[in-house]
């Protein structure tokens, strides 16, 4: 007796093994919150998460991690980076904490979309999608043992967890595909392609606001006819990459009567989950839309 109950007592102040919680739960991160809300979901009460960006005043583009996140880095038994040119110092971290063991989910390679190419693939519902199944690839590769939940929690999120995501996807590009639309920069791109929405503005310029370059004299010519001209239905900006054109195509808008939709590139508010956050922002779209056209 006295001996189990030693062996109970160590058993109880043994340290957990490196890549999990005290508790036994993977450790798992993703260097935005837009991709580690969807890994949390996915390994579900046998993974704590931890995204490295949330704060939605942070430019990921110009982010330097800190001690505190090469750790989180360096524990993580799966980790998914962006790629793509978006967050090159998380490729840094991983590089400075090399781990065999380590399963890493990068979107660039998983999407097939190269370097130079647009970064932002959270908001191409085909892309989540990929990016979901390696997620729950690399989960089941590193705990095997829980291959039937890893699975069970992907079905679920796929066929309830993103229903109202999918429908309103489905709703918009049915109603209003064709429409022309105007945007602020490239991370509107991947959403009207899924929208079916018709994106009108210059893509020099999209993607000079994107990069933090200035764009031409041209291009702000035509997107300040554009809105003059009532040639867009609807005016879609990045809210944190606000620039002194942006600033003032949206103030144009809006004194035109063109409705004005503000996107995000990390989830507003933070707690939220992926799937709240972007069923916010599409049903403010579909809303501005019916708002544009009447229909």
């Not at 890994?39 to 001690?67: F, M």
């Not at 990016?131 to 095997?144: E, G, I, Q």
């Not at 490239?186 to 990069?211: K, R, W, Y």
């Amino acid at each position: 007796m006295a001996v189990l109950a030693i062996a109970a007592l160590l058993a109880g102040c043994a340290v957990a093994p490196p890549g999990t919680t005290g508790t036994g739960r993977l450790e798992v991160a993703a260097s935005i919150n837009a991709w580690g809300s969807i890994l949390a979901q996915l390994g579900g009460v046998r993974v704590h998460e931890t995204s490295i960006i949330s704060n939605p005043n942070t430019d990921p583009h110009d982010y330097e991690p800190t001690p505190a996140d090469a750790r989180v880095i360096a524990q993580s038994r799966v980790f998914t980076q962006n790629g793509i040119g978006y967050d090159a110092w998380a490729a840094r971290a991983l590089a400075a904490s090399p781990d065999s063991s380590r399963q890493v989910v990068t979107v660039g390679a998983v999407t097939g979309v190269p370097a130079g190419g647009n970064p932002h693939r959270w908001y191409s519902p085909t892309d989540v999608e990929r990016v979901a199944d390696a997620m729950t690839a690399a989960l089941t590769k590193v705990d095997p043992h829980d291959a039937g939940y890893f699975a069970d929690r992907r079905r679920a999120f796929d066929t309830t967890d993103l229903a109202r995501y999918h429908q309103l996807i489905a709703d918009i590009r049915a109603r209003y595909a064709g429409t022309p639309i105007g945007a602020s920069e490239s991370i509107v791109t991947p959403l009207a392609d899924a929208l079916g929405l018709h994106l009108v503005t210059p893509a020099a310029f999209l993607q000079a606001i994107s990069e933090g370059s200035d764009p031409s004299a041209a291009d702000k010519a035509t997107i300040d006819r554009q809105i003059a001209t009532h040639a867009i239905a609807v005016y879609v900006f990045n809210s944190q990459n606000g620039t002194p054109d942006v600033s003032a195509q949206v103030a144009a808008a809006r004194a035109a009567g063109i409705p004005v939709v503000a996107v995000t590139e990390t989830l507003i508010p933070a707690t939220a989950t992926f799937q709240d956050w972007q069923v916010a922002q599409l049903t403010a779209l579909q809303a501005a839309l019916q708002q544009a056209t009447g229909r």
